[in-house]
């Protein structure tokens, strides 16, 4: 799939800066940060949810040393 972005040239800077910056071009600069924004909030939904149903099933955290101490560490 192809597709084009209206910028001012003002708003091209930034993404030709980056892009010259990472050693690609424009379009691979704009697929990356696409890519990377779309898995941080696909990431971010879910650990909400985790959240979620770790405060729904009424769990509670304990300190790391406990679980140390568990395993021998």
């Known amino acids: 799939m192809a597709f084009s972005i209206r910028l001012t040239d003002d708003e091209r800077k930034l993404p030709e800066s980056y892009a010259r910056l990472h050693s690609c071009s424009v379009s691979e600069a704009f697929k990356r940060a696409l890519f990377e924004r779309i898995e ?31 395993c021998d560490l």
């Open 40 to 70: 941080d909030e696909f990431d971010l939904t879910l650990g909400q949810e985790a959240f979620a149903e770790y405060v729904s099933d009424h769990r509670k955290s304990r300190p790391v040393s406990v679980l140390w101490k568990e």
